[in-house]
């Protein structure tokens, strides 16, 4: 929590020592530079994808990647648009990516709540270590006979591997949540119980709104991982007509290896959401990020 | 830190609760509670528990994932011990993690430093190299592929680099240089912003203090920086080993195990258990492998009680 705070202090501090410091105050010029030459590792690939996404079959094939297009051409998403048959994919992906941020959400902010004012109770308590537990079993250790159960209940579809993700992000969200909660005091709760509310409508009109920042925070990164996950859907889902975004991409190793301006195209269509999403909710993501790893 | 909250909040919960504390104590929880924690325990038991035990009765087993099958005891280990193809994973993985963590912690360290320091963007550039953390593993593997494969030969041959000249993701000795830097390219954001975060816990006056005695910033930064810092690589280096001891994405992306078997992770070759029929060997390995991430977890865990509290 208190990493949140503490970004906005940075700004203060350096005001601060702009009055004792003296002459401190210049900006570091050649560290600017630095981190902007540095910029280019993450610029160059970017840039490469989306100049490759606008080129001709005939001028991605020269082998220059970083060259501009010319002619600029959008038939590479047209046909990448077909091949992957996309908007299939992007259902099948927002699906998997909404399910898991709903999910990721609720589950783990009502199994907090439940464990942090029942924490004097075993059964509460032992649940909090039981479900922490799965931070040590990654999904390769039990891959195996999950894609087996998963297969015998009808769950090789992407409601199974919402579903995984949502398992897998249990313990790390129980935790970011009990650890938020803790810091809401009961007075709030009391005297909303002596007003004549129930546990019901504690949780939902008083708890889950304070837990808003919280839940942000979860949902953007169940989003993200889900959206951009490979390794569950391949294995998981088994009708390939039914995969997400990111392994639709495989086509192109195995099918169309020579189409890479196609390629690129779908690769930018595959990786623009996830970057649209980060770029409006940063906030989010920087203190999110800081708060779960000091918790 | 969690450990540091709840003593407050028992003070916060035993205040008022004195007061009406029979109550308290007599009252019985509200069913609702229950209803609350279920879904979580149920869906944990269901998708991670069962399947965890049932990989380990079938470790014992010669199934083949279907069918009838007997018990075998410890065969299927002793033979994952005897396999050079597993065991070679077991080195790459390992080698490939701790090679990951030590790139990723000295490159976020010095972006982190970097960006706390008196320079011009701040924000822009961090927005710029936070995008990696949020770009899908196996695509950009696809398009790292591309570029150590075509653009980097062409590149080589330009300046007459002969190691260079080739694909290096073709060259079993340098494949997994391209798996190293591709893994770190898109691990270095989380890593950085938690640096970030821990060197803006160091208050100003500390530096203020210490230049005013004439300490050089390098002396700063060795005294006061890295062991107010330590705690965070502990944090870095635990989440790094927890992610890079399951690398799949990007190896598929990239070498998709080769050239060979060179760059073969043990979550690929466990996979490899549906497709040859050696499931019940592939559970052995499972379980190997988690026992093996257990104790990685544990031995970093002890390292941690020294440097100070902030992971405890």
Not at chain 1, 55 to 74: E, H, I, R, Y
Not at chain 1, 158 to 187: C, D, Q, Y
Not at chain 2, 122 to 142: D, E, K, N, Y
Not at chain 2, 180 to 205: C, K
């Amino acid at each position: 929590m208190s990493t949140a705070t503490r970004t906005i202090p940075a700004k203060s501090s350096a005001a601060g020592k702009r009055r004792f410091g003296g002459g401190q105050e210049r900006t570091n010029w050649p560290a600017t530079a630095l981190l902007i030459v540095c910029t280019l590792a993450v610029l160059v690939p970017l840039y490469v994808t989306i100049s490759m996404a606008f080129k001709t079959t005939g001028q991605a094939v020269d082998g220059n990647a970083f060259s501009l297009p010319s002619p600029l051409t959008f038939d590479s998403f047209t046909q990448a648009w077909t091949l992957t048959n996309f908007p299939r994919g992007f259902m099948i992906s927002v699906f998997v990516s909404v399910t898991a941020v709903i999910g990721e959400i609720l589950v783990s902010a009502l199994a907090a709540y439940a464990i942090v004012r029942n924490w004097d109770r075993r059964l509460f308590r032992w649940s909090f270590f039981y479900l922490l537990a799965a931070m040590f079993i990654p999904f390769p250790v039990v891959a195996l006979p999950q894609i087996q159960l998963t297969g015998l209940v009808g769950l090789d579809n992407p409601l199974g591997v919402a579903i995984l993700h949502i398992v897998f992000a249990l313990a790390f969200n129980t935790m970011l949540f009990t650890a938020f909660l803790r810091s809401i005091p009961l007075e709030l709760e009391e005297s909303m119980r002596m007003d004549g509310a129930g546990t019901w409508q504690v949780f939902w009109r008083l708890i889950f709104p304070l837990l808003g920042p919280m839940s942000a925070t979860v949902g953007i990164f169940a989003f993200i991982a889900s959206w951009n996950d490979f390794m569950m859907p391949s294995l998981i889902i088994s009708d390939p007509e039914m995969q997400t975004i990111p392994v639709l991409q495989k086509i192109f190793q195995t099918q169309f290896s020579n189409s890479y301006n196609v390629a690129f195209a779908s690769y930018l269509m595959a990786m623009a959401p996830a970057i649209v999403v980060y770029l409006f909710t940063q906030r989010w993501v920087m203190s999110g990020l800081t708060q779960g790893a000091v918790k | 830190m969690s450990s540091m909250t709840r003593p407050s909040t028992r003070a916060e919960v035993t205040a008022p609760a004195a007061a009406k504390a029979p109550r308290a104590r007599k009252s019985r929880v509200d069913p609702l509670y229950y209803f609350f924690l279920f879904p979580s325990l149920a869906i944990f038991t269901l998708a991670v528990t069962l399947p965890a035990v049932l990989g380990f009765v079938y470790s014992f087993t010669n199934s083949v994932g279907f069918g009838d099958f007997e018990f075998i005891g410890f065969r299927n280990f002793i033979a994952v011990f005897q396999d050079d193809g597993v065991l070679g994973s077991y080195g790459f993985t390992l080698a490939f993690s701790l090679v990951t963590v030590i790139v990723v912690n000295v490159v976020a360290f010095l972006l982190a430093l970097g960006l706390t320091s008196r320079v011009r963007f701040r924000a822009a550039l961090r927005t710029v190299f936070v995008i990696p953390m949020v770009i899908s593993g196996i695509v950009i593997a696809f398009v790292f592929q591309y570029l150590f494969s075509n653009s980097l030969p062409l590149m080589g041959k330009g300046l007459g680099i002969e190691a260079l000249s080739s694909s290096i993701l073709a060259n079993p000795d340098l494949a997994w240089v391209g798996i190293v830097f591709v893994t770190a390219w898109q691990s270095v954001p989380s890593a950085m912003l938690i640096y970030i975060a821990g060197l803006l816990t160091v208050p100003p006056e500390v530096y203020e203090a210490s230049s005013i005695d004439g300490a050089s910033p390098w002396h700063n930064l060795r005294h006061i920086t890295l062991p107010l810092v330590a705690g965070y690589a502990v944090i870095n280096t635990v989440l790094g080993f927890k992610n890079y001891l399951n690398a799949y994405d990007i190896i598929v992306g990239l070498t998709d195990g080769g050239p060979g078997v060179s760059t073969r992770s043990v979550a690929m070759a466990i996979f490899r258990g549906f497709e040859g029929g050696d499931y019940a060997y592939q559970m052995a390995n499972a379980v190997i492998f988690f026992l093996i991430s257990v104790a990685i977890a544990l031995i970093q865990l002890r390292f941690t009680r020294g440097k100070g509290g902030i992971a405890a």
